[in-house]
């Protein structure tokens, strides 16, 4: 190779490094235009604000037999699920949808009607601890039959027909 080759080859190496450089570099300093930028817009902060639902508007009747029908419901889910031997969590969420529902029975009904629901609440209540405490659903069987009594007697007790002049 001749002198002239090495020094076309170091021009165009110069060349090259020269126009990196500056591409790179550009107008901006170096660390700026490799940074990530900010964000512009400010994001609002979003404010919840908790509405309760009404509903339709439900006479007390209309929600007498609505809870009164999720009860019966929930309770025959608990006599079967002992039939079955399901779950212990299953007979315990059973259980409390069946209190929680005659609950909001005995918000609409008057005094007297409550302290006669608070008996079987009570014994529903005793039923959802033994039912806690029969981890091995060694019970089932008297579990079962206090459910379907608790069930009887409520249905007598308080069916519309019996309870409609209680409701407040």
């Known amino acids: 190779m001749n002198f002239l080759d090495m020094r076309i080859r170091q021009i165009i190496c110069y060349v090259f490094v020269f126009w990196f450089l500056a591409s790179t570099l550009g107008c901006e300093a170096f660390v700026r235009k490799f940074t990530r930028k900010k964000k512009t817009q400010v994001e609002e902060e979003m404010v919840l604000e908790p509405e ?27 006599i079967e699920s002992f039939l079955q031997a399901r779950s212990q969590k299953k007979k315990l969420d059973c259980a409390q949808q069946a209190i929680d529902n005659l609950n909001n029975l005995r918000a609409i009904l008057n005094t007297e009607a409550q302290t006669k629901l608070d008996v079987y609440i009570g014994q529903l209540k005793n039923l959802k601890h033994q039912i806690e405490n029969d981890s091995y659903n060694t019970h089932n069987i008297g579990n079962r039959q206090i459910a379907e009594r608790i069930k009887m007697n409520v249905l007598r007790d308080f069916s519309w027909q019996k309870i409609k002049d209680s409701i407040i």
């Not at 509903?55 to 037999?65: A, D, W």
């Open 52 to 78: 309760e639902f009404k509903g339709p508007g439900l006479s007390k009747e209309q929600l007498y037999r609505q809870y009164f029908l999720f009860w019966k419901s929930w309770q025959s889910e608990l």
